[in-house]
């Protein structure tokens, strides 16, 4: 009854986000639904622990999400981003269409540019090459997803999205580890990905299929020609987020003790060291630089309503952003808490093909990410329940808690593209495409970055290398 309590509840928070509705609502719904199929009393269950690990997300996280979020707005509002889009897409041209869009989401998000932030930047000027190419439209929303989803969000060593600092806090790691299998695997999807989308641009070619008579959120044609930023000054400020970023977190000595005055306090939220917090910390910093040479460099552009619009509205999208996170943490935890969870855990637990953590690792955090339909979810509600398990298990083998975290990151933007994720509801939106249209190509990059992370366990488990 229990088992059967918990997957009902897992089925119904996946159909009910794939239908549209808010996990902020209907997460801690079902999570007391499974807990009320256990005997887990209510009340306590929703104040005491579906609220306490969600508050608990919140701290370590949410300067992230809001700094993440104003820097991505300002510099889509001053046009720095549309800047660099631009630019990558038109020097490489029609004959490289789907090549120039991959990159130039890359460029974005590995500066630091917010997912949602990358699919509108890139959007109007991939539309209209692919119209000048005649390549189909309905090939755009993979090509965008490709380039923001993908290797540049959790792959790449140094890349300042959420998915590569949460495994820090847990591991002790810092966002720059394990770089060789890091770029081996980034190159692997990137590779695979662009055969993939050539492969269908050439079917289609071959069945004579064009662009195709669309007239949903279609750019108009001088959207392409637009005045905007020269790409180097939009570069600014993404190579100050990346240089700040990696001085902070390579080459500056922090003081050890800088935590122990609140350590003594007994604060119930400190972290245990400051190696904990290093790489949350550094963002912070190179984040907020990045949004006031941001500003510096744009202000002239800011759109009516001038700089209070676009930190404001920066600022109440980071609210939603973080509030689903926490809402599906705080819902993984609930479920951790029930007597039936026990049996899937050891489950997960029992997976040692090659000997080591990392295939269950690969396994859980893929299968989370999936039922949540949210990397950092997926992710976090993984690394809560098993990471002192797993690096528990490192430790006695000699493994590096590094692959650990590169691991644990790449299997977070596996199967969290799912129809249900809200970064491919956004994406196909804003595209003017629908699920038959275009999810077919999207879930094929799902399922390259999917097998792509145990070809990066298998090289690991060669070689030994980071």
């Known amino acids: 009854m229990q088992e059967i309590g918990i997957i009902l509840s897992l089925f119904l928070l996946m159909f009910f986000a794939y239908r549209g509705f808010s996990v902020i609502l209907f997460a801690p719904v079902f999570a007391l639904l499974a807990a009320s199929m256990s005997g887990l009393p209510l009340m306590p269950a929703y104040t ?47 004959d490289r269409a789907i090549l120039s869009v991959v990159l130039a989401g890359a460029v974005l998000t590995y500066g630091g540019v917010s997912l949602f932030v990358v699919v509108f930047a890139v959007y109007p000027f991939a539309a209209a090459l692919f119209r000048e190419a005649d390549i189909p439209k ?15 969000m959790d792959s790449f060593p140094g890349t300042p999205q959420i998915q590569n600092i949460i495994p820090t806090n847990y591991f002790g790691t810092t966002i720059y580890a394990a770089p060789i299998s890091g770029i081996l695997g980034g190159l692997t999807i990137l590779i695979l990905g662009v055969s993939w989308m050539e492969h269908r641009r050439r079917s289609a070619a071959a069945a004579g299929e064009g662009y195709g008579k669309h007239t949903l959120n279609e750019p108009e044609a001088e959207q392409s020609t637009t005045d905007l930023p020269a790409w180097y000054i939009g570069a600014l400020p993404l190579l100050a987020v990346l240089v700040v970023n990696f001085f902070l977190n390579n080459m500056f000595t922090w003081n050890p003790a800088t935590l122990q005055p609140f350590q003594a306090m007994n604060l119930p939220l400190v972290a245990p060291a400051v190696k904990n917090v290093i790489s949350s910390w550094s ?16 202000w002239s552009r800011l759109p009516g309503g001038g700089l209070a619009k676009s930190l404001n509205a920066g600022a109440i999208g980071s609210l939603l952003a973080i509030m689903n996170t926490a809402s599906e943490v705080g819902y993984g935890n609930v479920i951790a808490s029930l007597p039936g969870f026990k049996a899937i855990s050891g489950a997960l637990m029992s997976i040692k093909i090659g000997g080591s953590p990392l295939v269950s690792e690969a396994v859980t955090v893929n299968v989370l ?67 038959r249209d275009s999810y077919g190509d999207i879930f094929a990059m799902t399922v390259i970055k999917t097998s792509t992370v145990f070809l990066v366990i298998l090289f690991h488990s060669i070689t030994g290398l980071l």
């Open 48 to 94: 005491e622990l579906f609220m306490a690990k969600g508050v608990t997300y919140i701290k370590s996280y949410f300067p992230i999400f809001l700094l993440g979020a104003v820097f991505g707005k300002t510099m889509e509002d001053t046009g720095l981003a549309k800047g660099i889009s631009r630019a990558i897409i038109r020097s490489l041209g029609k």
């Open 369 to 435: 990410a999936g039922v949540t339909g949210s990397a950092s979810g997926g992710l976090s509600i993984a690394l809560d329940l098993l990471a002192k398990d797993w690096l528990t298990w490192a430790n006695t083998i000699g493994m590096s808690p590094q692959i650990l975290h590169r691991v644990a990151s790449m299997a977070s933007g596996g199967m969290d593209t799912l129809p249900h994720n809200g970064a491919v509801i956004t994406l196909l939106a804003v595209c003017g495409m629908t699920h």
């Open 138 to 152: 309905r090939l755009v929303p993979g090509s965008v997803a490709l380039g923001a989803f993908t290797f540049t």
């Open 283 to 298: 963002l912070i910093i190179a984040l907020v630089i990045g949004i006031l040479l941001t500003i510096l460099l744009g």
